[in-house]
């Protein structure tokens, strides 16, 4: 178990092993001395204020049809364009009042429902007002620099683009989103350290990061729900193969810092030896191949992963929910009998306890402890 | 003097704040992390690895068994179901007893057992059809697992124990009371409340004794939810047809007292006896809920009923947020000294 140590011992480590310069210490304490709100906001709290700001919308709405100004698509543009413009600016001149903060929050979001809406109605169709929302999205993403408006422009851009993807008659188009909100979700947590010393990423990669993983968790729920008539025929195992390749890259990414001593000398342990690596591999194989008509279990793993990895326990909870919920769809959507499917769950139980014995006994993992 | 923040213990949002202000590298940063063990070491990889292949493998498993049972293979011989059945559940339970309830592979195999015991039970309402109703099934499951779950100082045991008791009191709700008597319909929830509360209270008590095997902490937030959500339906019932159901049911003011008297215990006792931040929060986000009810329910139709509404939504969650902000900053505050 590790030992819970103080920030004065922890930093004197560092500045033995020349990583932190000692003058460094007293600026330290001055910055723990005045503490900064935005980091120390949980994830809960977050959700408490998006939530508020969402419940807001529909009385916003409510209150501006009843005064008469949404009377034509026209105006419901004019509206959420000067509520989106009016709310940005808002938020910059008055960003450290909570409440100025949540009703700029809850006014842009309804500038954006009507503003979205009012060209979907003017444009007839729907490329225009999907192309307008990543463009928004994008540049709300940019400008307003909040963490709900971030994470929620991440997922509204999805829907935009999944949109785009339909109508352009593009459905396979779904695998290369897929996978590229994978490899972003890896590079936004693996890369964390980096993101947090950046002056520019600091505040954008906690969003964007939870926005990905969550955008890749929703766009996969659409290969749960086969036989839905919106949705058009998708050769679900493009997505399987990819997220297979980017599982692997992460398994070896991790592998590799993990076999690192000099590095970290924490871990003086001879970690995992060739063979091992070998095994992972061929295992991750098996299991997409097994699994292939179900990419949100991989998805779900890979996200599991990044939990551990950045002992982030959000994103493991959530990878625990969707690993759930497409290991149930898995087996109810399964064309067999309840015999076979049976066999088949076994099987795999099986397999997976006799992983577990290779992995603790013949090739223990790290060495015996 | 102020006391020196260095000389507080190091944790993850302190490092984070620090290589915000550009006092950490990267490296220096991501060692730290390792060094308090936010970021995994191999030892931890490997105990992952292990836990997540054990309890993966006993999910699959059981519901393979499941499966094979609710698929009645008209074929197989009755005594070759009950014997398949009490040989796997023999062995799970000789196997924790062998392995110990202290390692995971102990705990899971109790588990196991525990749920091979409710399909032996389905097996034996499938072969010799007696009529009872399904809430005796899982009434019986229930009794008959609590010494396993009392023996085995695992959460996920006491989580079945829980949903069993939830499903038969539904069912006898369903197949029972609204079929021979008329009693009103706020009784139903209320009960359903008692039940969770009553697991609420002891999981409190038994938390706050410091057991290290309920460390996991997520038993308990489940269990709050649930009891909260179950009271909170009849109390926003309460709200919406005060003045039409009241006579009638006269359970709905009770739910009303019940649920503000609750939800003021709550956020003094997680805000004063035992902090907690995310109980106190989805406390909040309730009370957000009912709140919001009342006032629509208060407010006349006019122009602004709409704008005043969405005001008091956004006031309701500024205050809250902030509260919580302040309760954390006072508690972080406390500790330091």
């Given at each position: 178990m590790t030992e819970q140590l103080t920030l004065h011992t922890l930093f004197d480590e560092l500045v033995t092993q020349n990583r932190l310069q000692s003058e460094a210490l007293a600026k330290m304490a001055d910055t723990l001395s005045t503490p900064n709100d935005e980091i120390s906001t949980p994830w809960f709290i977050s959700v408490l204020i998006g939530f508020g700001a969402w419940m807001a919308i529909i009385p916003f709405i409510g209150f501006l049809a009843t005064i008469d100004v949404l009377n034509s698509p026209s105006s419901a543009i004019v509206v959420g364009a000067i509520l989106v413009i009016g709310t940005v600016w808002l938020h910059y001149f008055k960003r450290n009042n909570l409440f100025f903060n949540q009703l700029a929050l809850a006014l842009n979001l309804t500038g954006q429902v009507l503003l979205i809406g009012g060209i979907a109605i003017e444009a007839k169709g729907v490329v225009v007002p999907a192309l307008a929302t990543c463009f928004l999205e994008i540049a709300l993403i940019s400008v307003y620099r909040d963490s709900i408006i971030r994470f929620l422009g991440v997922i509204i851009a999805t829907l935009a683009t999944l949109v785009l993807l339909h109508d352009f008659d593009l459905p396979q188009g779904i695998h290369v989103l897929i996978v590229l909100f994978a490899v972003g979700a890896i590079w936004y947590w693996m890369a964390e350290p980096s993101h947090l010393t950046n002056k520019f990423m600091a505040s954008l990669y906690k969003p964007l990061g939870y926005g990905f993983v969550i955008a890749l968790q929703t766009v996969l729920l659409l290969s749960i729900l086969p036989n839905a008539d919106f949705i058009p025929p998708v050769t679900w195992w493009y997505s399987t193969l990819g997220l297979m390749v980017v599982l692997l890259m992460l398994e070896y990414h991790l592998l590799r810092i993990n076999l690192m001593p000099v590095e970290y000398n924490l871990l003086q342990v001879n970690l995992i030896p060739s063979l091992e690596s070998v095994a992972i591999f061929a295992g991750t194989g098996l299991v997409a191949l097994l699994l292939y008509q179900s990419p949100g279990i991989i998805a779900a793993i890979i996200v599991l992963l990044l939990g551990f990895q950045r002992g982030n326990r959000v994103l493991m909870g959530l990878s625990i929910i969707f690993l759930t919920v497409f290991f149930i769809a898995f087996y109810y959507h399964l064309n067999i009998t309840l015999l076979m499917k049976s066999i088949t769950l076994m099987s795999a139980g099986l397999t997976l306890l006799i992983l577990r014995f290779v992995f603790k006994y013949v090739f223990p993992l790290g060495g015996r402890s | 003097m102020p006391p020196n923040p260095l000389d507080r213990f190091a944790t993850p949002n302190y490092l984070y704040t620090l290589a915000q202000a550009n006092h950490l590298t990267p490296s220096a940063l991501e060692y730290a992390l390792r060094r308090i063990g936010t970021v995994p070491g191999a030892e931890d990889w490997r105990h992952f690895i292990d836990k997540v292949l054990l309890l993966l493998a006993t999910t699959l498993l059981l519901a393979g068994i499941i499966f094979f049972f609710a698929y009645n293979w008209a074929e197989m011989h009755r005594f070759i179901k009950f014997a398949v059945l009490q040989v796997a559940l023999l062995s799970m339970a000789l196997f924790a007893s062998l392995r110990g309830l202290e390692r995971l592979s102990g705990q899971a195999a109790l588990l196991a057992a525990a749920v091979l015991l409710g399909a032996l039970l389905a097996v034996y309402g499938q072969t010799y059809q007696t009529g009872a109703d399904a809430?005796?099934?899982?009434?019986?499951?229930?009794?008959?697992?609590?010494?396993?779950?009392?023996?085995?100082?695992?959460?996920?045991?006491?989580?079945?124990?829980?949903?069993?008791?939830?499903?038969?009191?539904?069912?006898?709700?369903?197949?029972?009371?609204?079929?021979?008597?008329?009693?009103?319909?706020?009784?139903?929830?209320?009960?359903?409340?008692?039940?969770?509360?009553?697991?609420?209270?002891?999981?409190?008590?038994?938390?706050?004794?410091?057991?290290?095997?309920?460390?996991?902490?997520?038993?308990?937030?489940?269990?709050?939810?649930?009891?909260?959500?179950?009271?909170?339906?009849?109390?926003?019932?309460?709200?919406?047809?005060?003045?039409?159901?009241?006579?009638?049911?006269?359970?709905?003011?009770?739910?009303?007292?019940?649920?503000?008297?609750?939800?003021?215990?709550?956020?003094?006792?997680?805000?004063?006896?035992?902090?907690d931040l995310l109980l106190l929060a989805v406390s909040l986000l309730s009370v957000i809920i009912v709140l919001t009810t009342l006032i629509i329910k208060m407010l006349p139709i006019n122009v602004f009923t709409w704008l005043i509404l969405a005001l008091a939504v956004i006031g309701q969650a500024s205050l809250a947020t902030k509260w919580l902000q302040q309760t954390a900053k006072t508690w972080q505050q406390e500790a330091q000294t």
């Open positions: - | 809430f005796g099934l899982f009434l019986t499951w229930a009794i008959l697992i609590i010494p396993w779950v009392l023996l085995s100082s695992f959460a996920p045991m006491w989580l079945l124990l829980l949903v069993l008791l939830n499903l038969s009191l539904i069912l006898y709700w369903d197949q029972v009371v609204e079929v021979h008597y008329n009693l009103p319909d706020t009784a139903f929830p209320l009960l359903l409340f008692l039940l969770n509360a009553i697991a609420m209270f002891a999981w409190e008590f038994t938390y706050k004794q410091g057991l290290s095997w309920l460390k996991g902490y997520w038993l308990g937030m489940i269990i709050f939810c649930i009891a909260l959500t179950v009271l909170m339906i009849p109390t926003l019932q309460a709200i919406i047809e005060f003045g039409y159901k009241w006579q009638s049911d006269p359970l709905l003011p009770v739910a009303a007292v019940l649920y503000t008297g609750l939800t003021s215990f709550i956020l003094w006792y997680y805000r004063y006896q035992r902090h």
